[in-house]
């Protein structure tokens, strides 16, 4: 069974970086055709997706929030980590880690972390 693990702070302050890392375990972050994705959901609002690191690389974000979202990782650790600048106190939501697996025209979220609740206050 695929697992993803979020880890990282979960209060940060009004302006400063959230940076959370997703753990994988019992495959690889590179196996072909997935794509690791950061989505979050805040209270009284639908989910909202950040961004992700594909199995290659590559990187695609939500256009919203472009300007201050960077996803990387650590193919040695099985890791991919966000980080989101400048947050505001809007910005407090449960933050998850999911692998998009995409198969010719389709696609499917098959396997998420459990969630981390991240506030943003002083």
């Known amino acids: 069974q ?5 880890s990282g702070p979960g209060l940060v302050k009004p302006s400063q970086t959230l940076s959370l890392t997703c753990t994988v375990s019992r495959t690889s972050i590179t196996t072909n055709n997935t794509y690791w994705s950061w989505i979050r959901q805040s209270p009284g ?8 690191i594909s199995y290659s690389g590559t990187t695609n974000y939500n256009p ?9 990782r650590d193919t040695s650790k099985n890791q991919f980590t966000l980080q989101l600048s400048s947050v505001s106190p809007e910005e407090t939501a449960v933050y998850y ?7 010719g025209e389709s696609n499917e979220y098959d396997y998420w972390g459990q969630g981390t609740q991240v506030t943003v206050s002083s």
């Open 2 to 6: 695929v697992q993803l693990q979020e």
């Open 45 to 52: 609002k639908g989910m909202e997706w950040i961004g992700y």
């Open 64 to 72: 919203s929030l472009k300007s201050r979202t960077s996803i990387s």
């Open 97 to 103: 880690c999911a692998r998009e697996v995409r198969i």
